[in-house]
Nanobody, 126 residues
Framework: QVQLVESGGGLVQAGGSLRLSCVASGRTFTNYGMAWFRQAPGKEREFVAFINWRGDLTYYADSVKGRFTISRDNAKKTMYLQMNSLKPEDTAVYYC???????????????????WGQGTQVTVSS
């Protein structure tokens, strides 16, 4: 079993930056593909970014491409999401997710991930 804990959320003005962290504990972390999803009030949870277990393959939602960067440090069992040029529409609860069997073909589907964190709130004011 893998436990995930997010941190780093908060309130920031439009144009600002935040860095989210997701720390994993439990079973081995290094062979898990990981992702960030987010859920805004009244909306369904949506894919934000994915990183493979080696950290050499990443995918982004079009809405965050060029502004957000996903990375991981397997030695620290931590995944990050650097968020720059934040917009009010980025306001959401951000969740990290992990699974050993997620593939490049299904990385955007939340049902592909069996392990989830509790979420961290990001609020961007205009």
């Amino acid at each position: 079993q893998v436990q995930l804990v997010e941190s780093g959320g908060g309130l920031v003005q439009a144009g600002g930056s935040l860095r989210l962290s997701c720390v994993a504990s439990g079973r081995t972390f290094t062979n898990y593909g990981m992702a960030w999803f987010r859920q805004a009030p009244g909306k369904e949870r949506e894919f934000v970014a994915f990183i493979n277990w080696r950290g050499d393959l990443t995918y982004y939602a079009d809405s965050v491409k060029g502004r957000f960067t996903i990375s991981r440090d397997n030695a620290k069992k931590t995944m990050y999401l650097q968020m720059n040029s934040l917009k009010p529409e980025d306001t959401a609860v951000y969740y990290c997710a992990a699974d050993a069997f997620v593939q490049a073909t299904n990385h955007m589907v939340e049902q592909s991930y069996r392990h989830w964190g509790q979420g961290t709130q990001v609020t961007v004011s205009s």
